[in-house]
C-alpha cells in the first residue's frame, strides 16, 4: 500500500470530493491532495487531461491513471485496498447497498439545489417537500441502526455524509431542520461526524453557507 501513488484532484466545497476523501481516511491511504479551487473560472490542463468527458472533480489519480465519479471511485477505492471493507460482503446486502447508492446520488444534492435556487415561494415550498420525501426515504431505511449497513460506517454511509456538508445552507434557505423533521437521520449525522476521518474531511458548513450566498449572488437570486 506504501507504494501506490494516490492523489485526489479536489475542490474545497465539492461534496463529491468529500465522501472520496472520507474513503481515503477510512481505509488509511495517504495521498496528495490537488486543488481545483477555480472551477468556475477555468480549469487545469490536468482536470481537462484527466476527466474530459464531464471535466469535473473528484478525480482519483491511481499510479497516474485516472478513476473518475465519486461513486466509481469509492467503489474503486473499496476493491483496490480490501482491508476494512465499506461494502457489504453479503450479495444481498452489497445490492441493497447499491440500490441507496444509486437512489442518494440520483436524488439528493438535486433537490437541495433545488432549494437554494428556488424563485418565489412557491417554488421554495415545493423544493423543500420534494427534499424532505427524499430524506424520508433514507431515514426509513437507516431505521434504529447506527449506520446504513448495520454497526459499520460503510458504503452508503460515506456517500451521504459528503452530501450532508451542504444540508446546512439548504436548512438556510428552506427554513427547516433536518432535526425537526427526521431526528434519528440527524442523530446519524451527529454520530458519523464524531468520526475523525469525517470530521476532517468535511468543509466547515458556516464556509459552504457563505459559498451558496455568493452563488446565488452570481446567479442573480439575491
Ligand atoms: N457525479 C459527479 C458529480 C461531480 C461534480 O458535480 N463536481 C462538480 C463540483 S461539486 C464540478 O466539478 N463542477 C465543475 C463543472 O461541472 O464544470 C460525481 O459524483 O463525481
Not at 57 to 84: A, R
Not at 112 to 117: F, K, Q, S, V
Not at 120 to 127: I, P, S, T
Not at 159 to 185: D, M, N, Q
Amino acid at each position: 500500500m506504501g507504494k501506490d501513488d494516490v492523489k485526489l484532484l479536489s475542490m474545497w466545497a465539492s461534496p463529491f470530493c468529500m465522501r472520496v476523501k472520507v474513503a481515503l481516511a477510512e481505509k488509511d491511504i495517504p495521498y496528495e491532495e490537488i486543488l481545483e479551487n477555480n472551477l468556475l473560472g477555468g480549469k487545469t490542463e490536468l482536470l481537462l487531461k484527466s476527466n474530459p468527458v464531464h471535466q469535473q472533480v473528484p478525480v482519483l489519480l491511481h499510479d497516474e491513471k485516472p478513476i473518475l465519479e465519486s461513486t466509481n471511485i469509492v467503489t474503486y477505492i473499496d476493491e483496490v485496498w480490501p482491508s476494512k471493507p465499506l461494502l457489504p460482503t453479503c450479495a444481498y446486502e452489497k445490492a441493497r447497498a447499491r440500490f441507496w447508492a444509486d437512489y442518494i446520488d440520483r436524488k439528493v444534492h438535486p433537490a437541495g439545489r433545488a432549494i437554494w435556487t428556488a424563485k418565489g415561494e412557491d417554488e421554495l415550498e415545493a423544493a423543500k417537500k420534494a427534499f424532505l420525501d427524499i430524506l424520508m426515504f433514507l431515514d426509513g431505511t437507516l431505521g434504529d441502526k447506527d449506520y446504513f449497513s448495520g454497526e459499520n460506517f460503510g458504503f452508503v454511509d460515506i456517500l451521504l455524509i459528503g452530501l450532508t456538508s451542504w444540508f446546512p445552507a439548504f436548512e438556510k434557505y428552506g427554513s427547516f431542520t433536518v432535526e425537526e423533521h427526521y431526528p434519528r437521520l440527524a442523530a446519524w449525522i451527529t454520530r458519523s461526524y464524531a468520526r475523525r476521518t469525517v470530521s476532517e474531511s468535511l468543509a466547515n458548513p458556516e464556509k459552504i453557507i457563505n459559498f451558496v450566498v455568493m452563488l446565488r449572488q452570481m446567479f442573480g437570486i439575491e
